[in-house]
């Protein structure tokens, strides 16, 4: 097999000329080589000792970059002062794992939100973002856990729900980008609370859905109340099979079999 290798730089003085530019250009100039199309004078550029936070942030605009340069913008001494140039170069679509992972620790919450919700996030970026939020959780204030709950994707609002808050639950639920699917997760990981169950159980969106009321009947913490109507409305066959159930409580079953009688 023939190998292929990349094709070699050809130096014409008309590169020599704008490499030279890179290095030495000043103000206004500089906005013009962060358009160039060679990696070479992008290279050079970063060189450049009148370089500024502006001109690098012109630069990320791009989204033509290669991932050697985004490293060196990473690594540059503008970058590790300025958080503007930290968030734009954690927003880009092309930063690889290596530079976005440590970027994300200095990014302030409502940031890393956005960063989950902006539609070019990639999904490596989205995952890492949700993943960094899921860490600083318990330390996050309660207002801000609300606010979080009010906005977040239904990945993190899982997390949320799972703490518990009443504000915290109330506002998650109102959240137009909760999925059933999630909500039914979080009812099935042993996390709800009985409030969450109730809450839950009389919200006008989420108590007529038939996998949220079947979850519900599967939850040894939901109330007993509430266990007693769903058992009422429950179709028979699945009524049966919940009799079969290993995650009810002794009084759950006992209130399945009174129910299998009554209709009988």
């Not at 936070?53 to 503008?78: G, S, T, W, Y």
């Not at 699917?181 to 006008?204: C, D, E, K, N, P």
């Amino acid at each position: 097999m023939t190998e292929i290798y990349p094709r070699p730089t050809i130096f014409t003085p008309e590169l020599v000329h704008r490499l030279q530019r890179a290095l030495l250009a000043e103000g206004d100039e500089l906005f013009s080589l962060v358009q160039d199309g060679a990696p070479e004078v992008l290279r050079s550029l970063l060189k450049n000792r009148t370089l500024a936070e502006d001109h690098l942030l012109a630069l990320l605009r791009r989204r033509d970059l290669a991932e050697d340069l985004l490293k060196a913008l990473h690594l540059h001494e503008l970058t590790l002062s300025s958080y503007r140039l930290k968030l734009a170069l954690a927003v880009h679509p092309k930063s690889p794992p290596a530079v976005l992972q440590p970027l994300l620790s200095h990014l302030h919450l409502f940031d890393l939100l956005g960063l989950c919700l902006h539609p070019a996030t990639t999904p490596d970026q989205k995952l890492a973002a949700e993943r960094t939020i899921v860490q600083r959780l318990p330390g996050v204030p309660l207002g801000n856990r609300i606010t979080l709950a009010r906005r977040a994707p239904s990945t993190l609002l899982v997390e949320l729900l799972g703490g518990g808050e009443a504000q915290v639950i109330t506002a998650a639920l109102d959240n137009p980008r909760l999925k059933e699917g999630s909500l039914v997760q979080y009812l099935s990981g042993g996390r709800a609370t009985a409030y969450a169950i109730t809450t839950i159980f009389r919200h006008l969106r989420w108590q007529k859905l038939p996998s949220i009321r079947s979850t519900l009947l599967k939850n040894p913490q939901t109330p007993e109340t509430i266990f007693r109507q769903l058992l009422a409305s429950c179709p028979l066959p699945e009524l049966k099979n919940l009799r079969l159930s290993s995650r009810l409580t002794a009084r759950q079953k006992v209130l399945v079999g009174e129910e299998l009688q009554r209709r009988s």
